[in-house]
Nanobody, 113 residues
Framework: QVQLVESGGGLVQPGGSLRLSCVASGFAFSEYVMNWYRQAPGKERELIAVISMAGSSTNYAESVKGRFTISRDNSKNTVFLQMNNLKPEDTAMYYC??????WGQGTQVTVSS
């Protein structure tokens, strides 16, 4: 059974940082590209970061490039999202996605003073 558990969200002031984690199970984690998505209130879910199977290649949406870093630890079936210099417009629910299309429950990030 595929399972994804995101954590690490919270309330942070503009300019602050957070590190999100997504622990995966039920599939061969190291054999798949992994992604982070986010969905802000009233908006569609958007892809923001992608990492290759070995972690050697990453891609980012323009809105987060230079501020967010995706990484993975295949020994722990975990993908991370380090978020720096957070802005109010980064407020959203953040999700990772399994190769079969399943979603985790998400973790809320709120950036506000």
């Amino acid at each position: 059974q595929v399972q994804l558990v995101e954590s690490g969200g919270g309330l942070v002031q503009p300019g602050g940082s957070l590190r999100l984690s997504c622990v995966a199970s039920g599939f061969a984690f190291s054999e798949y590209v992994m992604n982070w998505y986010r969905q802000a209130p009233g908006k569609e879910r958007e892809l923001i970061a992608v990492i290759s199977m070995a972690g050697s290649s990453t891609n980012y949406a323009e809105s987060v490039k230079g501020r967010f870093t995706i990484s993975r630890d295949n020994s722990k079936n975990t993908v991370f999202l380090q978020m720096n210099n957070l802005k109010p417009e980064d407020t959203a629910m953040y999700y990772c996605r399994a190769p079969n299309g399943d979603w985790g429950q998400g973790t809320q990030v709120t950036v506000s003073s």
